[in-house]
């Protein structure tokens, strides 16, 4: 148990460490998409929303009531993905494209 709880502290602080390298790049947003947004059935809603879009507010969100309802946790594999989607990005995202290794390591 002791192990388990471990695993979704540090789920926990890699989260908070993206959210804050979002936030110093100026990919964190304050207003959500539009509601239809939500509604893509594409893998990472590819077809309504940009990469960074949907990690603050489809990934984080749900990894995160996950882990409160102490739910069975997925394993992921990002950083394929956000490699490709964010190589065209005009900030640094290279510390972030790491944090987001580095959570999938934890997964």
Known sequence: MLAQKS????????IEQIIAELQKINLWQITPPK???FLSEQPFALDT???????QWIFIPRM????DAK?????FALHPYFE???KEQ???V???LYLIKQLDELS
């Open 64 to 67: 995160q009531a996950l882990i």
């Open 84 to 86: 490709e989607a964010l």
């Open 49 to 55: 929303m940009q990469a960074h879009e949907w990690l």
């Open 71 to 75: 739910g069975n946790l997925p394993k």
């Open 7 to 14: 695993q979704e502290q540090k789920l926990l602080n890699q």
């Open 35 to 37: 509601p239809d947004a």
């Open 94 to 96: 290279n510390h972030l």
């Open 90 to 92: 005009e900030q640094d």
